[in-house]
């Protein structure tokens, strides 16, 4: 990227529906909206960051696959999300620690690894990026994603310059999209997939096709569906039998990576031609079911829950993407080749794609929004048409609202947190407790009544400790807390009152302690909340001392 010069980033030298003969100046304004996009995005990445464990929030282990995991892993500090499975990241982040696919716990650790072990780019990065060191690949593979929307931020000048607020919408509609905000949410291959796909789009426009070869053929080992990308190296008017041969010779080797990747998988765990359940189906059918099954559930969206909302605008999004690009062919376009293509995977995207909230199929499509961006003409006429293609703009930042942590805190040294065999002090709480909530720094569960939770010390001696926390009741009630039986705490308040409580020289022994906050009174609906709510246990601290004789 450093070999490319800054004008040849915003002036290119090629036409698209967006230039003119002569272009416009900068516009101040412009460049601080788009300066401060950047400068959002880094505020709320950093609001991931947790202490002790980097950015691995991200990755979404699950603390049901964690006996599962890889022995290596085990011994790191890294975020695990109580009661879940988990999401797709945390497989990858496990292949980049073993790239080679060599170890033998691999199978085990990871769901359906010769699938996900052909997507073997970004692992193999993240192993670079991180020197081969366990804890340093894993902060990598979580990194990866934001650094990808910087670069990607940085090179989109060239089809989307500073120039005017056409661009920005059309530049802020990409980098706050839904789908790229939830690739860097969840440590995804999208955004990564999406910045190499501009990249090799960039280097047909600046006619480099066999560079732009080398970058597509890097692409498709971060995902299959990046190697319809090269869609851009067609020739743009009608050649010769010589011409179509060097057409040929570049879609073979574009390809050539991934067939000696899957040969090399094939030595080791023999067939392996999946793609994925229900990610393919017949035209339009599961865009339909999406269609439904949003529709179905709209009205219980709310302020505290729009997931719906963000799928409503996903899919009219998509909508008004595959439509412009169909009825407006612009074949001699990179983009509008590369868009086009996209647009017919969208057709046959099956249900296992457009599930969720949010949709996956709002990533998978994200060549086919960047393709809307660059080639819809500017003029007031076609603004609407812009708006409903990036509406997703309005929604991308639901999925980048971090929690700060599992819902409580451990103070002290290192070596007290974890014992000699890297095993770490934990707390856990049984499902009785209602999901985890945050606000700022601030965070807190509710319980719908009497409940518990464990501290499990993995030392072999006992752990002086002090624990901090928040009590907030719903109705005047008494709460008491106590350890192994013992009562150590408790407080009458009234309602919607709030106990700030310490409780000093506490001694944790090895192995699980057991903790119940008791009421004398059942929990409450209030307001338009329907859970059964009784107090909620807030910004809870563990504070690790010493050692206890």
């Known amino acids: ?23 416009p100046s900068m516009n101040r304004p412009v460049v601080i909206g788009y300066l401060g996009v950047v400068a959002i995005f880094i505020g709320i990445f950093c609001q991931f960051y947790l202490p ?14 964690e006996e599962a995991s890889l022995s290596k892993l085990r011994k790191l500090e890294y975020y695990v999300d109580r009661h879940s499975d988990g999401y797709d990241a945390q497989y990858y982040a496990q292949i980049a620690m073993d790239p080679s696919l060599r170890n033998t716990q691999l ?8 699938y996900r072990a052909r997507r073997i780019l970004l692992p193999a990065t993240a192993w670079v990026l991180g020197l081969g060191q366990s804890a340093w690949i894993l902060q990598a593979f979580a990194l990866q994603n934001a650094l990808c929307w910087l670069l990607l931020a940085w090179i989109s000048l060239r089809w989307f310059p500073p120039t005017g607020w056409s661009h920005f919408i059309r530049w802020a509609g990409v980098m706050f999209s ?4 939830a690739s860097v949410r969840n440590a995804l291959l999208d955004g990564p997939s999406l910045l190499l796909i501009a990249l090799g789009v960039l280097l047909v426009e600046k006619n480099r096709p066999w560079l732009a070869t080398i970058i597509f053929a890097l692409s498709g080992l971060g995902k299959e569906t990046n190697l319809l ?72 969206a709310s302020l505290q829950h729009l997931h719906p909302v963000a799928n409503l605008s996903m899919l009219i999004a998509v909508a008004a993407q595959f439509i412009y690009l169909i009825l407006r062919p612009q074949w001699h376009q990179a983009w509008w080749r590369v868009g086009a293509t996209f647009a017919v995977l969208l057709m046959f995207l099956g249900d296992a794609v457009w599930e969720g909230e949010p949709s996956a199929a709002s990533r998978v499509l994200l060549p086919m929004q960047f393709a809307f961006n660059v080639l819809v003409p500017s003029g007031r006429w076609w603004v609407p048409v812009l708006l409903l293609g990036n509406l997703t703009l309005l929604t991308g930042h639901i999925t980048l609202d971090p929690i700060p942590n599992e819902g409580y805190e451990f103070k002290g040294s290192s070596a007290l947190r974890r014992n000699s065999a890297g095993q770490r002090a934990t707390i856990d709480f049984p499902k009785k407790w209602h999901a985890l909530e945050h606000e ?37 009630r008494r709460v008491a807390l106590s350890l192994n039986g013992t009562e150590i705490w408790h407080a009458s308040l009234a309602d919607e009152k709030t106990a700030s409580v310490n409780v000093l020289n506490l001694v944790l022994a090895a192995g699980g302690n057991q903790f119940e906050l008791i009421t004398d009174s059942p929990g409450l609906i209030t307001g338009q909340d329907t859970r059964m709510l009784a107090y909620n246990l807030g910004n809870l601290e563990v504070h690790l001392m010493g050692t206890a004789p």
């Open 1 to 23: 990227m450093a070999g490319i010069p800054v004008d040849a980033m915003i002036e290119p030298r090629v036409s698209n529906s967006l230039k003119t003969s002569a272009e």
């Open 52 to 65: 002790g464990k980097g950015f691995t929030y991200l990755i979404n282990f699950g603390s049901r696959n």
């Open 107 to 114: 199978p085990r650790a990871v769901d359906d690894l010769p």
């Open 178 to 181: 839904l789908g790229l905000c």
């Open 229 to 300: 990308g090269s869609s851009a190296l067609l020739p743009a008017k009608s050649l010769g039998w010589k011409g179509w041969g060097a057409v040929i010779l570049r879609g073979s080797l574009t390809a050539a990576p991934l067939l000696l990747w899957v040969a090399y998988l094939y030595v080791h765990f023999g067939p392996v031609l999946a793609v994925g359940s229900r990610n393919f189906t017949l035209p339009f059918s599961a865009y339909v079911h999406k269609w439904q099954e949003t529709l179905a559930v709209l009205p219980g």
């Open 440 to 476: 700022g720094q601030h965070y807190w569960m509710w319980s719908p009544g009497d409940n518990e939770f464990s501290i499990h010390n993995p030392h072999p001696q006992s752990l002086r400790v002090q624990l901090a926390f928040n009590i907030t009741v719903v109705g005047a």
